[in-house]
């Protein structure tokens, strides 16, 4: 059986985070043994896994279709993540201060908007990993269930 354009579209994602997650592996391994890396691989090892996931979530959320509102909470999300990859990768450069900041002011938003309730919720999204290939069948409620 072919894949669908939608079943492929849904694996992208899941695929670039399991990469994010080597990604990760890879920043502790540095941690436990830094000499075993090239001079600045932290620059690096650092701000991968952040722009990494901050892509992989934009990309679930094109396959997930969101409303507008919930599309921007991820924009938002997503650009704190790569403010602060920036921070990581350059941070000896003259803006690595204003956009760790502006990183914690997006993250704080998010919180915030979290906590507010913003956007409403529609319908518990589905993780990409749960899948399903078998058969609907009715289920009958005895007298003893709720």
């Known amino acids: ?3 669908s354009p939608r079943s492929i579209g849904r694996t992208l994602p899941l695929r670039l985070g399991q990469l994010t997650l080597v990604s990760v592996l890879l920043l502790i391994a540095w941690d436990a043994y830094p000499r075993a890396f090239p001079a600045r691989a932290h620059d690096l090892l650092g701000a991968l896994p952040l722009a990494l996931i901050a892509v992989t979530y ?3 959320q094109a396959v997930r279709r969101p409303r507008p509102a919930e599309l921007g909470k991820a924009i938002i999300l997503a650009a704190a993540f790569l403010l602060w990859a920036a921070n990581q990768f350059w941070p000896k450069a003259s803006s690595a201060t204003l956009w760790n900041d502006l990183a914690i002011a997006l993250f704080v938003f998010d919180v915030f908007l979290v906590v507010a309730g ?4 529609t319908a518990r999204p589905q993780p990409l990993a749960e899948t399903y290939s078998g058969t ?3 289920t009958v409620r005895g007298a003893a269930d709720p």
């Open 136 to 138: 609907i069948e009715p």
């Open 1 to 3: 059986m072919k894949n």
């Open 58 to 60: 934009l990309l679930y």
């Open 118 to 121: 913003w956007p409403g919720t």
